[in-house]
């Protein structure tokens, strides 16, 4: 059988080919991770974006089941609901929400002082905490202190005094930043919510016109999937944290726990971040409990178990069963290593990541599942 003399020339060409691309392909995956890195920031608030904008469009499309409107008039009512409710909140209740928080700051402060004491009397080394220097607050009780270190707190040194305008005013700077940075970034988020949620499917058609037109199709089954779980466990969410926030509420009105109101708000905003949110917003309503007593405070641990049992047993079965099925050690491990890497846009967002992750994990399983069965 003759072999063609051009096949070995063929054979090499293809062979760089091959070499070529997958080193391109390469370079652009580096390239990529660099980018992710270094605009992760960034990239989290457009992603916070499209999260809010996947609420709005569900909310949108629950009240398109109600009335026949066009979308664009369903969004307009759904936006003007949200904003009445939250004016009306700030109206009725700001004043007592401010005070709210301003007591459960300094109740904070104080238990952590109270707390630091504790384990000093007890032989724990804390020192490497300094809480009460930190919190601006006066020593725990029952804790001494020295003329010397009286007469040091009370007579600053010269250096003290001619570095303190400067430090006020770098300290002033620092605060207005981050006060105009988060309002920044909460106006980013708002605005690509709303842009998102106005024209969905002019956003799709753009994510589709992006894949090569042979996989168009695969890639629309694929957004579609993402944006269906996506919407489904949003509202699943959003009931999850508002039945967290109503029993804690309550519960700690009951028990007699002061700021029981931002208590329950904190509660039901953390009930954002499964896991990590659970254990945070527990460990706060204990030290706020601790300034009404043991009793109290051992009242609201077992309300904060109960609120636990009763999300992860009630609420995510009955409401979440049909949204989203992620086991809770591999979600823990992702929340960990997404917050290790980016902080907390990384805990906090960690969920509907993994869940894109799994839309597409579940996707190619069942193209694979389909590919063995046609060819067996």
Known sequence: MAVSADSPVRARNDLAWAISVGGIGVVAFAALLLFTWY???????????????????????????????????????????????????????????????????????????????????????????????????????????????ATRRNLPSAGTLASSGGAIVSQTFKLLLGTVSAVGNFFIVLFLGLAFAAQPSVYRNGLLYMAPARHRARAAVIIDRIGETLERWLIAQMITMAAVFVVTWIGLTI??????????????????????????????????????????????????????????????????????????????????????????????????????????IDHFKADDAAASSVAA
């Open 39 to 149: 605009f992760a920031a960034t990239l989290f608030l457009i992603f916070a974006g499209v999260l809010l904008g996947v609420a709005l469009n569900a909310m949108t499309n629950i009240l398109g089941r109600v009335v026949k409107l066009p979308h664009s008039l369903r969004l307009t009512i759904v936006c003007l609901a949200l904003a009445g409710g939250l004016a009306g909140v700030i109206f009725l209740g700001g004043a007592t929400i401010a005070e709210q928080a301003t007591a459960l700051s300094g109740t904070i402060k104080t238990q952590l002082v109270n707390v630091k004491a504790f384990l000093d009397r007890n032989g724990i080394d804390t020192s490497y905490f300094d809480l009460a220097n930190q919190a601006g607050l006066p020593a725990a009780p029952g804790a001494s202190e020295t003329p010397a270190s």
């Open 255 to 360: 028990i007699g726990v002061e700021s029981s109101f931002i208590l329950g708000v904190q509660a039901g905003l953390l009930a954002f971040i499964p896991t990590v949110g659970a254990l945070i917003a527990g460990l706060i309503v204990v030290l706020a409990s601790l300034a009404s007593g043991w009793v109290a405070a051992a009242s609201a641990l077992v309300l904060f178990l109960c609120i636990h049992a009763m999300e992860s047993y009630v609420l995510t079965p009955m409401v979440q069963r049909q949204a989203l099925e992620i086991p809770p050690a591999t979600l823990f491990a992702f929340q960990i290593l997404l917050g290790v890497v980016f902080g907390i846009w990384g805990i906090t967002l960690a969920l509907p990541l993994i869940a894109i992750v799994k839309v597409l």
